[in-house]
Every structure is written in C-alpha cells, then in structure tokens.
C-alpha cells in the first residue's frame, strides 16, 4: 500500500523559513517523480514544484510565484521529497501537499497546514 505522509507545515511570521518533508513508502521513490501542490482557503489547488526522477534530464519546475524562494529536492536514500520555503509571504498560506501522477496512478499525501502572518 502506498502511503505520503507530509510534516513540516507551520505558522512563521513574514520573512520566515520553514521546510516540509514527504516520506514516501509502498513504491520504488526514485522512480516517481514527485510534486507539491498547495490550496488556498477560497483557490483552486495550484502546482507549487515538481522534481523530476534523478539522472540526465532531471530537472526542478516552480511557480512563478515561488522561484528564488522555494527549493525542490529529494533524498532518494530516505525516500523523502523536501521543500525549504524562505522569504515567506502571507499569500503563502495553504495547506501543502505532496504529489506523485502518472499515467496509471496518483497519489496523494493528507497535506500539512502552513500559516505565515504577523
């Protein structure tokens, strides 16, 4: 059975960092690439990043909204995908979860509140 369970989430003030985690079990991680999504209260769920499976062609994709703020990566050793939130902006506020689609399958985590207000 697969499993996505995040952790990391938070309330920080402005200007703070915080790092999400997503530990992965019941499939072979290094294959899947993996994502965060994030929802807003009241929004649509938006793709935040998404970090392509490790060797040539690997690659990193970001929001406009988060590029030079947000880093997407992953250990595959601890089948876990990370990303560091920096500069936090109230409009970062969402709930985060983490993602794996493919053309057969799509998993979900249960998502981890984050919360950056002064």
């Known amino acids: 059975q697969v499993h996505f369970v995040e952790s990391g989430g938070g309330s920080v003030q402005p200007g703070g960092s915080l790092r999400l985690s997503c530990v992965v079990s019941g499939l072979t991680f290094s294959e899947y690439a993996m994502s965060w999504y994030r929802q807003a209260p009241g929004k649509e769920r938006e793709l935040v990043a998404t970090i392509t499976t490790p060797g040539p062609g690997g690659s990193r994709i970001y929001v406009d909204s988060v590029k030079g703020r947000f880093t997407i990566s992953r250990d595959n050793a601890k089948n876990t995908v990370y990303l560091q939130m920096n500069s936090l902006k109230p409009e970062d506020t969402a709930v985060y979860y983490c993602?794996?689609?493919?053309?057969?399958?799509?998993?979900w985590g249960q998502g981890t509140q984050v919360t950056v207000s002064s």
């Open positions: 993602r794996s689609l493919g053309r057969t399958y799509d998993y």
